[in-house]
Antibody
Framework: EVQLVESGGGLVQPGGSLRLSCAAS????????MSWVRQAPGKGLEWVAN????????YYVDSVEGRFTISRDNAKNSLHLQMNSLRAEDTAVYYC?????????WGQGTLVTVSS | EIVMTQSPATLSVSPGERATLSCRAN??????LAWYQQKPGQAPRLLIF???TRASGIPARFSGSGSGTEFTLTIGSLQSEDFAVYYC????????????FGGGTKVEIK
């Protein structure tokens, strides 16, 4: 059974940092592109970043470029999102998702709240 | 940038009735379109990919159609568990990026 389990969310002050993790199981992690997708409270879905199978390509939405870094550890079947210089508008539930063009599996999400 | 527009924003439907949701792209995405269902407090669930292929375990009452810039999700006979928010998403330029979502359609009980 495919499982994606996020962790690392919480309350952080503006300008602070947070590192999200996603533990993957039930599939060959190294065979898939992976994404982070977020959802602000009461809002729609927004793709944040994705990473190629071997980590050699990484892409970001413009609003997080230079502040967020996506990475993966294929030996540990894990995906990460390092978030720096956080802003109030980064407040959202962050999901990790497996990409097959569409997102066929999602984690349950982890809430990031940026507030003083 | 490919922009996805969903309509209507809210659809009020009685149980047992058919629901038709629309999604429009500002440029062609071929058949690289997916639909998701999201219930409150839950992650989205993939319903349809490739514009018309149901994902594993999705009931036959869900069907997708369209290509290019106009797409439709039809729910044949609404069940109580179908009241949710539905999102379309294009992946025409994937990989590597540009995976954009529509704003969503909320299907509520009439």
């Amino acid at each position: 059974e495919v499982q994606l389990v996020e962790s690392g969310g919480g309350l952080v002050q503006p300008g602070g940092s947070l590192r999200l993790s996603c533990a993957a199981s039930g599939f060959t992690f190294s065979n898939y592109w992976m994404s982070w997708v977020r959802q602000a409270p009461g809002k729609g879905l927004e793709w944040v970043a994705n990473i190629k199978q071997d980590g050699s390509e990484k892409y970001y939405v413009d609003s997080v470029e230079g502040r967020f870094t996506i990475s993966r550890d294929n030996a540990k079947n894990s995906l990460h999102l390092q978030m720096n210089s956080l802003r109030a508008e980064d407040t959202a539930v962050y999901y990790c998702a497996r990409e097959s063009g569409s997102y066929d599996y999602w984690g349950q999400g982890t809430l990031v709240t940026v507030s003083s | 940038e490919i922009v996805m527009t969903q309509s209507p924003a809210t659809l009020s439907v009685s149980p047992g009735e058919r629901a038709t949701l629309s999604c429009r792209a500002n440029q062609s995405v071929s058949s690289k379109l997916a639909w998701y269902q999201q219930k409150p407090g839950q992650a989205p669930r993939l319903l349809i990919f490739g514009a018309s292929t149901r994902a594993s375990g999705i009931p036959a009452r869900f069907s997708g159609s369209g290509s290019g810039t106009e797409f439709t999700l039809t729910i044949g006979s609404l069940q109580s568990e179908d009241f949710a928010v539905y999102y379309c998403q294009q992946y025409n330029n994937w990989p590597p990026r540009a995976l954009t979502f529509g704003g969503g359609t909320k299907v509520e009980i009439k």
